[in-house]
């Protein structure tokens, strides 16, 4: 059987841990660090080196590649476990559970934090594809285009967390940010089913979840500064009896000045309303809330 990740995680011992770092060190310089590297860094003899190399490409966190040298590359899997490594020693995470996202561009895992508490940890997995649509014509991938694939996914990360922090901060309604490290974002669970399900909702209470999603996209505008760019019913988790939503999945936002700004602030608003018109037979005037939501009108238009 397989190993989820967890069981991965916890199988593995020291020496593990010293060979990925290493691998990880160099990765930025090499596409597949030289073992001699690999040795010098991970500081093991070469009986435990080759003992720890084994057992780390067996599992799939490393590949090797043989040739005029041989040399590793981390996978994903790779820098998953280190991450979690580092998420656990820092005594964010405690267990790792199932996997809940089926994401087309990262990993998203159930977690419970030392307190017993519930979390969600996301391993971005951006870099090795080439971006999808909603990563084209963003000025940062400009950046980008030398970066390792790894260093790409850690970038987006981190791009993640500090936006869903600036959101949270100003009371936007998005999960709880909780700890960041390369690749993996944490955040609070939050109790909801994906829009895309259609939850059954009476009106008064769509009509709720829709003011939750328009005034998270207004804070988002007006004082972070940012345009989700990516809202979608895949994006919105709800709480059908309160008929409260959150915005998740936010690292492929805009700043407001770039030059697809407006167009992408005005896809997410137009989509929003024709979803929750469509589905639950609520009605909201997209002038307007656009308006509400540039500041251009203070009153909102419910
Ligand atoms: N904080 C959270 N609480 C509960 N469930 C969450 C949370 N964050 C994410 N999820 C679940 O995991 C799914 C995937 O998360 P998210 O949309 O952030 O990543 P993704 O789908 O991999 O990214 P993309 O949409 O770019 O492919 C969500 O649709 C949701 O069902
Ligand atoms: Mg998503």
Redesign the pocket.
Known sequence: MPKNLWQLYTSLGEDEFRVLRAIERFQGRHEYVPVELVEKASGLPPSRLHRALAVLSRNKLIKRRLGNFSGYTLTFLGLDVLALRNLVKRGVVSLLGDK?????????Y?AVAPDGS???V?F???GRKSF?K?WRHRSFTLNLEASTWLEVAKYVGER?FKALVSLWREGARV??PVAWNRHAVV????????L?EAPEMGEEEALSALRDVIETVRVAYQRVGIVHG?LSE??I?VEPAEGRA?V?????YVYKDEPHADELLRRDVEYVARFFRKKYGVEVDVEEALAYVRGERSEPPW
Do not use: A
């Open positions: 809940i996202g089926i994401g087309k561009e990262g990993d998203v159930i519930r979390l969600v996301k971005h997995r951006e999808r909603v993640e999960p709880e955040q609070r669970y939050v109790e909801g089913v994906e895309s990516d895949y994006n988790l959150y998740i999945d936010w690292p492929q």
